[in-house]
């Protein structure tokens, strides 16, 4: 087995240097989320958008469901990846970070993303009810809710398609016995459910805060 890989700063630096290079506008929301303090910890990171671009680029997905937008970095490097007849639908009941969100969607001139801004529960009984389906569907929201969002999302997806999930590690914490916070404890319910569940496979990758791609089986 080879060695394991300290993931220095240095070496994140040097992955992001050597990969996709980001457009003009990806680096603006960075920038633009840095000066939000603490809140930045809701974007994910430069690699897990490189590698949903890379996901969607690879399987040929064309809708993509985003459950959490923030202030759209994640929302438009997917829309990025998707051919020009691909769609996202972004749910965020959040409508400040929305409306900036939008602003810089509007700046990149990416008319693929459709904003609904309500909680997410509510769009997601709608779609299912209205049988909309999904190539892809990202979750990146309040954690409380993660288990029903990610039960209504399977209804939406076919065989074959994509569920992603983020901060399925929690820091690293979720793997240490000694923290039993409520919100360590709800992902490693989640994660813990997810093993079990049959519908999917499911592949955990130490990527930002960890991601969880499920295939619907
Ligand atoms: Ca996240």
Redesign the pocket.
Known sequence: MPKKLDLTDNLEQYIIDNSEPLTKVQKEIIEYNITLGDQK????SVSQAQLLQSLIKASGVKKILEI?S?TGFSALSMALALPSDGSLISLDKNLEFSKKAKVFYEKANENKIIQIIKPALESLNELKNSKTKFDLVFI?ADKENYLNYYNICIDLIDKGRLIII??VLWHGEVADGSKNDKFTSIIRDFNKYLKQDSRVSKNIIPV??GFTICIKK
Not at 41 to 44: E, Y
């Open positions: 910890r809701l974007q994910i959490g923030f990146d983020d901060n930002g805060d």
